[in-house]
Every structure is written in structure tokens, then in C-alpha cells.
Nanobody, 119 residues
Framework: QVQLVESGGGLVQAGGSLRLSCAVS???????MGWYRQAPGNQRELVAR???????YYADSVKGRFTISRDNAKNTAYLQMNSLNADDTGVYYC??????????????WGPGTQVTVSA
């Protein structure tokens, strides 16, 4: 059974930094890892993702401030968030795409971790 354990959220002042971690257990066939966030009253949005070949995607709102990385040996993804502002407040969800066989893909979500940026 695939499980995702997130950590690193919390309360930070504007301009500060946080580092989120997402550790995956139950599968070594993780081909893509990413972070989404959802602010109160808003839809969940993609923040950043990284593929198994190392290619990355960032939402325009976080480019230059956030960095996604992964440690394949630890099956863990990280999101380094710098220069945080109030618009970054929300629940951050880890998302992974697993390919258990050549013909199937499964998507999994973490429970979410709260990030609150105070002015």
C-alpha cells in the first residue's frame, strides 16, 4: 500500500522560508512527485512537480522563490519555499504518480500540511 508522509509545514513570517518533505513508502515506481496547495475558498492548484528524469514545472506565482527536488534513494520529494508571502498560505498536498506496471498508473495524495504566512 502506497503511503505519503508530509512534514515541514508551519507558521512563518512574510519573507521567511520553509521546507516541505514528502516521503513515499510502498512503491519504488514513482515517476512523478509534486506539490499542490489550496487556500480557503480556492481550488487546489499545482505549485511544482518533478519527474523521474529531473524535469520540473513551477506555477508562475512561485517561480524564482520555490525549488522542488527529489531524493530517489529515499523516495522523498522536497519543496524549498523562500520569500514567502501571504498568498502562499494554504494547505499543501503532496501528489505522486506511480507506475506499478508498464500499462498502469496510480495517483496518490498526502493528507496535507498547513502553511501559514503572517504579514
Amino acid at each position: 500500500q502506497v503511503q505519503l508522509v508530509e512534514s515541514g509545514g508551519g507558521l512563518v513570517q512574510a519573507g521567511g522560508s520553509l521546507r516541505l518533505s514528502c516521503a513515499v513508502s510502498g512503491s519504488r515506481a514513482v515517476i512523478r512527485m509534486g506539490w499542490y496547495r489550496q487556500a480557503p475558498g480556492n481550488q487546489r492548484e499545482l505549485v511544482a512537480r518533478i519527474s523521474s528524469d529531473g524535469s520540473t514545472y513551477y506555477a508562475d506565482s512561485v517561480k524564482g522563490r520555490f525549488t522542488i527536488s527529489r531524493d530517489n534513494a529515499k523516495n522523498t520529494a522536497y519543496l524549498q519555499m523562500n520569500s514567502l508571502n501571504a498568498d502562499d498560505t494554504g494547505v499543501y498536498y503532496c501528489n505522486v504518480l506511480v507506475r506499478p506496471t508498464t500499462l498502469s498508473f496510480n495517483e496518490y495524495w498526502g493528507p496535507g500540511t498547513q502553511v501559514t504566512v503572517s504579514a
